[in-house]
């Protein structure tokens, strides 16, 4: 089984937010879904076959506390010592998670594994549930000239993408899944 989760936000007031670029993935790539709302996991899901795909309701802060108990759910964290989560544990082939990245270029995708948050609270707080770094993270870019010069981070993550913005970000998609098949 592999996870793949988009961070976000819920409501439409981010629905198109920047913050919200995992969620936008997830909805390009799987034009059909019908997401369903899972109250035990704190997440919208969408399974397939061999994929349970999942955006957290938590709000982007509290991400960790959904993704920990899908994780758990499924027994797919394993634990040393009775209830003690061996820490560090490599979860690369299992948990894919999806975010905005304010340090990368808009219009680039970067895959990585087994780093640190750079200081998106998102990851920071599934880090924390999970006591790993070790999974796998597509990062998508979403800094821009504007950025650098007129908003604070915390105020420019929460804006809309423009129409433009939006449509180059389902080309962006298409053209990675085409690369790095996750369907």
């Given at each position: 089984m592999k996870i793949i989760v988009a961070l976000g936000n819920p409501g439409?007031?981010?629905e198109k937010s920047r913050h919200n670029a995992g969620w936008f993935f997830l909805d390009n790539l799987l034009k059909n879904a019908t997401w369903q709302e899972e109250k035990k996991f704190k997440a919208l899901i969408y399974k397939d076959a061999n994929t349970f795909y999942v955006k957290p309701l938590t709000y982007m802060n509290l991400s960790g506390e959904s993704v920990r108990k899908i994780l758990d759910f499924y027994g797919l964290i394993p634990k040393r010592l009775g209830l003690f989560t061996k820490k560090e544990q490599?979860?690369?082939?299992i948990l894919t998670v999806v975010h905005d990245d304010l340090d990368l270029d808009f219009g680039k995708i970067?895959?990585?594994k087994n780093?640190?948050?750079a200081g998106h609270h998102g990851i920071d707080s599934i880090i924390k549930h999970l006591k790993t770094k070790n999974f796998t993270r597509i990062k998508i870019g979403i800094k821009n000239e504007f950025l650098k010069k007129h908003i604070p981070?915390?105020?420019f993550v929460l804006q809309n993408f423009s129409q433009q913005e939006q449509e180059m970000?389902?080309?962006l998609f298409s053209?990675?899944?085409t690369k790095n098949p996750l369907i």
């Open positions: 439409n007031k981010y490599d979860l690369s082939e970067k895959v990585i780093s640190r948050s981070p915390e105020k970000l389902k080309d053209k990675f899944q």
